[in-house]
């Protein structure tokens, strides 16, 4: 039997919706064009933080098969997932990049897109 943890289904779910609601955003600000290619520092804190959310997934999937329930983990996965759509945000506000800051917004969703683990009871 699994055993869903209802606080981290409602992770999920807010991540998946607040990725979308950040989408909208960038979709509908005014954009500059620009040059294209974002400033260092945004695309070092999107990888920054799409390396955190990996690494509190393998965690939280490692606890998981032990038998252990890592609700922390699962949630902060999705909390940097949605920090990465919030630095496309940010790069569409600051820099005007409104498609790069669609591709990160994206990212995030794809870091944020697999369901929190379940852990078996039945041993």
């Given at each position: ?5 209802d ?7 807010g991540?998946?919706?607040a ?14 064009g620009g ?8 695309t ?7 390396v955190?959310a ?6 939280a999937v490692?606890?998981?098969?032990s038998?252990?329930?890592s609700t ?7 909390v940097?997932?949605?920090g990465v759509?919030v630095?496309g ?5 600051i820099?005007?990049l409104?498609q790069?800051a669609?591709?990160?917004c994206l990212g995030?969703a794809?870091?944020?897109l697999?369901p ?6 039945d041993?």
């Amino acid at each position: 039997m699994n055993v869903p943890d209802d606080t981290s289904r409602r992770a999920h779910r807010g991540a998946l919706g607040a990725l979308a609601a950040l989408a909208l955003a960038i979709a509908v600000l005014p954009a500059s064009g620009g040059t294209q290619t974002p400033p260092p520092a945004f695309t070092y804190t999107a990888l920054a933080l799409g390396v955190c959310a990996i690494a509190c997934r393998q965690r939280a999937v490692a606890n998981a098969r032990s038998g252990q329930r890592s609700t922390a983990l699962e949630v902060a996965c999705f909390v940097f997932a949605v920090g990465v759509g919030v630095v496309g945000l940010a790069l569409v506000r600051i820099e005007g990049l409104r498609q790069v800051a669609l591709l990160y917004c994206l990212g995030g969703a794809i870091l944020a897109l697999r369901p929190p683990p379940t852990i078996r009871t039945d041993r």
